[in-house]
C-alpha cells in the first residue's frame, strides 16, 4: 500500500477499501517499522479473526503484507488460508512492547478461555512465535502496556488483571483487581 498512490476508505462500519476484513484494532511498534491489524469477517469482531502482520516502510509509509494468522488449535500448513493461532476468536486487542520484538494479544482459544499471549515477532518476516499464554475471567476489553514496559494489563468484565513480564515476554505473577475495588 503506497498512501500517496493509495485509494483506501475507511467507513464508519469499520470496513476499509482494498482490506477484506472490518477492522477492529490496530498497533504499530515505536520504530515504525511493522503494523499489526487485528481484523474480522464481520462488525464487532465477528465471524472469523486475522491478525495481519505488515513490513512498514518508514520513509514512505508504504506497507508489504508479511504474514496472515486466524484462529485455530493447531497450525494446518496451509499458510494460504492463513497461519493458524489458538487464542484469536472474539474480542481481540494487540499491544507492542516498547522494543517491537514482542506483540501482546488477547482473545479467546478453542477451550472458550480468555486468555492474553506474549508473542515474539520476527520484523523481518512478520513471523509470530508464542511466548506463553495466561487466561483471564472473561473476555478482555482492553489490553495496555505500562510504560516502562514490565507489566500487561487487562481489562474484562470481572476485573483488571496486572501481568508482570520477564525479559523473555513471559507473562508472570498475574494479579486481579474486582471490578468493584477500581
Not at 16 to 38: C, D, P, R
Request: hydrophobic share 35%.
Amino acid at each position: 500500500l503506497n498512501p500517496e498512490a493509495s485509494t483506501l476508505v475507511y467507513s464508519s462500519d469499520g470496513s476499509l477499501s482494498g482490506y477484506n476484513y472490518k477492522i477492529g484494532n490496530m498497533t504499530i511498534s515505536a520504530n515504525g517499522e511493522t503494523l499489526v491489524v487485528v481484523g474480522s469477517t464481520d462488525a464487532n469482531y465477528g465471524g472469523t479473526i486475522y491478525v495481519t502482520v505488515y513490513s512498514r516502510d518508514t520513509s514512505s509509509g508504504e506497507l508489504t503484507l508479511q504474514k496472515t494468522y486466524v484462529q485455530g488449535a493447531t497450525d494446518d500448513g496451509n499458510d494460504a488460508n492463513g497461519i493458524e493461532i489458538d487464542g484469536l476468536t472474539g474480542t481481540t486487542n494487540a499491544v507492542f512492547a516498547a522494543d517491537g520484538s514482542t506483540l501482546y494479544l488477547s482473545g479467546t482459544n478453542s477451550s472458550g478461555k480468555a486468555v492474553v499471549q506474549s508473542f515474539s515477532l520476527d520484523a523481518d518476516s512478520g513471523k509470530l512465535t508464542l511466548i506463553a499464554s495466561a487466561e483471564v475471567g472473561a473476555s478482555v476489553a482492553k489490553l495496555s502496556l505500562s510504560a516502562d514496559g514490565h507489566s500487561v494489563y487487562a481489562m474484562s468484565s470481572t476485573g483488571l488483571y496486572r501481568y508482570s513480564i520477564d525479559s523473555d515476554g513471559k507473562l508472570t505473577g498475574a494479579s486481579k483487581m474486582a471490578t468493584g475495588s477500581l
